[in-house]
């Protein structure tokens, strides 16, 4: 999974064209899909909290 469109793969990897081969062969086969949103995970806590033992949930 990534939270980088396809079309920012290339400054992520830092060239376009070994972005642009890599996206071609996860995807051959593949159904993508696009999530929007708030994120689940994230629900509840504070942006930047590290959890401790104290503060599980």
């Known amino acids: 999974t990534s939270n980088k469109p396809f079309g920012r793969w290339g400054e992520v990897f830092g060239d376009e064209t070994v972005a642009a081969a890599m996206i071609d062969r996860l995807v051959?086969?593949?159904?993508?899909y696009s999530l929007k949103g708030e994120s689940y995970r994230m629900r509840g806590r504070e942006l930047g909290r590290v959890p401790t033992a104290a503060n599980n949930d």
């Open 28 to 32: 051959h086969h593949a159904e993508a």
